[in-house]
């Protein structure tokens, strides 16, 4: 611990140094990149001041990142070239991989604050490799040269730029086009192929202080509670005076807590949405996880009693050609069953009833009922029923179970009681106990638990499904509604299947069910950067030729939500059961994309159109993945040219970064868009949750509490996850087939949620123990709730030790008598930690011991 504390000391101190009295005015800059990790370290520096002898800086600190394609196999930086142009800019240009025709570009002032990336197409076939560029005095251009290697054979191409976005056609270039400008430099004993530039010793002088600034930072990042016992070996209990200030009260959101739901870790299908057989449509495909999968097929999850060959898929005649794939089973002796194991098993409740559905064809003349069975591994029988006879046509028949006791894991098997051949699709088991009853509805027990958590709004359907795996994967709304046999099951990102079952109507639904507001997300017309299907990331966007129709989709969802029954797209909605208007007041574009020309441009066909046909509509943007770099700046830059009402953030941190950034928001500038925290979490080594990470996520809302009014809402992501399905760690609610698991994170968010005031009341911490260590691990936010009229304080202590706290609420109108504490309390390992109720003595100035790794909320009654 000492160590660090030394360490950062040294940092800071060299930070704070002065430059030298004894510069140079200028000096060498090398830039290159090392085979390392496929090339997939980035740019690195290092300086020389006689050109001969060099000094990395980091060494291998990496000043820029590829952006291009999907990650592990590619973002790739290989042999980049970084010049200055006429103007002064600095530009980089690199080769991408051994395959594509495009190299990358990106330019900057500084040599470290990099503008977006682009990928421009020069070849139809063959790569690009070595990229150069040379500044043509007489045309007033840039020349840009590369190899290109085909059969083995190597060629020269070249293309010509004045603005590094526009370029001419490419051409055969010839040896003399060529400058071989790399050169080979040894650093650290390594030799390494690069270019030379001579610069101002300022501009080197910047680099080195801005890659110690980034060391810096990790320190802070790398903070964490689970050292404060020995940091705070010596330190004894604090006491405090919290003092309001009611004159400094402001209005913030009443929107603040609200709920990511993405299809990520079986979230939906076999998590959120009720449906117990899996594959019921015979739609999985082996491209759903990406070939990994050698067992997903059409046939994933069932299994057929009969002859191998009594069981084939066919796609002649389905009940809907979204639908394509049915079964079509030969039956050479009755008691042959078509069996599904369901998600991990098929899970009953004694005496609860169930729903059965299946559409059902019989050919050759084939007629009879089918015999319908929920059967453990042994054959044991714990519910029964038979359908009607099928026919000659589709036919959708039902029936409803009963179990007669509970377990865990059966199976369903349909048995057909003659011999011949029929079609079967859509097989469906639905508990008729579901979130509010609703059909074709939602797991009671996991929707329970997102609506403790009083969210002011549910986004949907993503994240990173939203924006999809290419882009014939964005996630299409018009896919997901109207009868579950027209609907359009697609490929999961996350390397699934999704039925579409818990589609726009269910989602929209759930939302007025919990009181939520609907915040669909949608595609800004690019997919996910780090897409590995149909190109490499997000630069193939929609082409511009579709854009209208997508735009059109748009406006056609707006329609959907909230215009007339007679409309034709509120018409849809009034035919699945809801006449009246959802109201929908905000739509998400994006999904933390890389703020480039291919994403603006679309982004702002989008915008433009929703806000002249619905101005009514709030439009969130998006500001990139992370808390700071290109696209977070850019991204800004954008959303305040166009004047975008909201943008949508996101950020998963280590414990450090949100304890030395408690400010975060206090910095932002209030004139400008507000702003939806998307996706955030604490994120520790090993991805798990604990009171570490709550008293983390506690505090960073502590803090975006008292900016509530320029941060409009937030969402922990990612919401759910399932046991053995998870593809991302950690989540705020995990679940099996019959429990439901709630992190000690959950808990923050329930106490927040249920805990929302309008009005925030400015309020002073004077601690015991002014030291900076010990002061940025207590934090209090005071709130009244208009509705109710109560004031809410909440408090944060991240130390070992308790503080005595009194509280003087100065002039607030609070009851005197019994206040509502809720503690949520334990040490930063522990795992298990759930909030406690009980009531406690309140009055305008009263005190409370806020025990050591502790998050309390009380709730006070106001005068009568
Ligand atoms: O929350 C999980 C993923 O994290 C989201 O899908 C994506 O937007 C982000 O990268």
């Not at 940091?231 to 004894?236: G, N, P, Q, T, V």
């Not at 007025?512 to 915040?519: H, K, V, Y």
């Not at 927040?752 to 900076?772: M, P, W």
Request: with cysteine; net charge negative.
């Amino acid at each position: 611990m000492k160590k660090i504390y030394l360490f950062l000391m040294l940092i800071a101190a060299t930070m704070l140094q002065p430059s030298l009295a004894n510069e140079p005015d200028s000096a060498w800059v090398f830039s290159y990149a090392t085979t390392k990790n496929r090339g997939g370290n980035g740019l690195h520096y290092a300086w020389s001041i006689d050109r001969e002898n060099w000094q990395g800086i980091g060494p291998e600190f990496r000043f820029l990142f590829s952006d291009f394609g999907t990650w592990g196999a590619q973002k790739r930086m290989l042999t980049p070239v970084v010049f200055q142009d006429q103007q002064g800019e600095w530009h980089a240009i690199w080769s991408l991989n051994e395959e594509v025709g495009q190299f990358a570009h990106a330019q900057t002032a500084d040599l470290y604050t990099w503008d977006s990336q682009d990928y421009p197409y020069v070849m139809d076939e063959d790569n690009v490799l070595l990229p150069e560029v040379s500044f043509q005095p007489n045309e007033n251009n840039y020349m840009i040269t590369w190899l290109s290697e085909f059969e083995d054979e190597k060629k020269i191409y070249k293309t010509t730029t004045t603005d590094f976005k526009n370029y001419t056609p490419t051409t055969e270039g010839t040896t003399g086009d060529r400058l071989n400008s790399r050169e080979e430099v040894l650093i650290d004993g390594e030799k390494q192929l690069g270019t030379v530039s001579k610069v101002s010793w300022k501009l080197i002088d910047g680099l080195i202080k801005f890659y110690e600034l980034n060391q810096y930072k990790e320190i802070l990042r790398s903070e964490r509670l689970t050292d404060d016992a020995s940091r705070f070996a010596d330190l004894e209990p604090l006491t405090a005076e919290i003092t309001a200030i009611p004159e400094n009260s402001k209005a913030i959101s009443n929107m603040l807590i609200g709920i990511f739901f993405e299809d990520i870790n079986y979230a939906a299908d076999g998590g959120l949405y009720a449906e117990l057989v899996q594959n019921r449509g015979f739609e999985y495909k082996l491209s759903d996880t990406k070939g990994r999968d050698k067992s997903w097929d059409s046939k994933k999850a069932w299994n057929f009693t009969g002859a191998e060959t009594g069981f084939v898929m066919d796609t002649i005649s389905p009940v809907h050609p979204n639908q394509k794939h049915y079964a079509l089973l030969t039956i050479s002796q009755v008691g042959e069953a078509l069996e599904n194991e369901g998600f991990d098993g098929i899970a009953l409740k004694k005496g609860d009833q169930y729903n059965f559905a299946v559409f059902a064809r019989g050919l050759d003349g084939t007629k009879g009922k089918l015999l319908v069975r929920l059967v453990d591994e042994s054959g044991k029988v714990y519910a029964e029923g038979s359908t009607k006879s099928v026919g000659a046509d589709w036919k959708k028949l039902e029936l409803t179970l009963t179990a007669k006791e509970a377990i865990e894991d059966a199976r369903l098997q349909v048995i057909p009681q003659f011999t011949g051949k029929v079609a079967l699709d859509l097989v469906s088991l639905f508990p008729q106990k579901t979130f509010n009853n609703r059909k074709n509805g939602l797991c009671t027990d996991l929707a329970e638990a997102i609506a403790e958590l009083h969210p002011r709004f549910v986004r949907f359907p993503g994240g990173c499904v939203a924006h999809g795996d290419g882009l014939d994967n964005i996630y299409r709304w018009k896919n997901t509604i109207g009868p579950l046999e027209t609907r359009k099951p697609d490929r999961n990102i996350w390397n699934y299947h999704q039925s579409m079952g818990l589609g726009y109507f269910e989602y929209f639904q759930f939302c007025e069910d919990i009181g939520a507001e609907p915040l669909p997300v949608i595609a800004a017309g690019v997919p996910c950067q780090n897409s590995s299907c149909g190109g490499h990331g997000q630069q193939g966007g929609i082409p511009m030729c579709d854009m209208d129709d997508y735009v059109q989709d748009v406006l056609d969802l707006i329609e959907w939500a909230n215009g007339d029954k007679n409309s034709e797209w509120g018409k849809l909605r009034a035919q699945a059961g809801h006449p009246e208007p959802f109201n929908l007041k905000y739509i998400g574009i994006g999904n933390e994309d890389l703020i480039t020309d291919i994403f603006k441009e679309r982004f702002e066909m989008i915008f433009k159109a929703v806000r002249e046909k619905h101005p009514e509509i709030s439009v969130i943007g998006t500001v990139g993945p992370f808390s700071e770099g290109t696209d977070y700046r850019v991204g800004w830059d954008f959303a305040t040219e166009l004047n975008v009402p909201m943008v949508d953030e996101h950020y998963y941190q280590p414990p450090g970064w949100y304890l030395n950034n408690q400010d975060y928001y206090d910095r932002y500038d209030r004139s400008k868009s507000k702003v939806y925290l998307g996706e955030y979490a604490t994120h520790i080594p090993g991805r798990k949750l604990n009171m570490e990470t709550a008293l983390c996520d506690a505090l960073h809302l502590i803090n975006v509490e008292r900016n509530a009014d320029v941060v409009s809402m937030t969402s922990y992501a990612p919401l759910l996850a399932k046991h053995g399905h998870t593809q991302w760690n950690p989540d705020l609610i995990y679940f099996n087939n019959t429990e439901v698991f709630p992190t000690t994170d959950y808990y923050v968010q329930v106490l927040f949620g249920q805990n929302a005031g309008d009005e925030y009341i400015a309020s002073q911490i004077n601690l015991s123990d002014n030291k900076k260590d010990v002061k940025k691990r207590v934090a209090s936010s005071l709130v009244r709730d208009s509705k109710t009229g109560d004031y809410i304080l909440k408090l944060a202590n991240l130390l070992p030790v308790s503080v005595d706290a009194k509280i003087k609420l100065a002039d607030l109108p609070v009851a005197e008598g019994e206040g509502v504490l809720t503690l949520l309390q334990g040490e930063p390992t522990d795992e298990s930690a759930r909030p406690e109720n009980r009531t406690i003595l309140v009055a305008p100035e009263f005190e409370f011991e806020v025990p050591a790794y502790s998050f309390s909320v009380i709730r006070m009654k106001p005068k009568e």
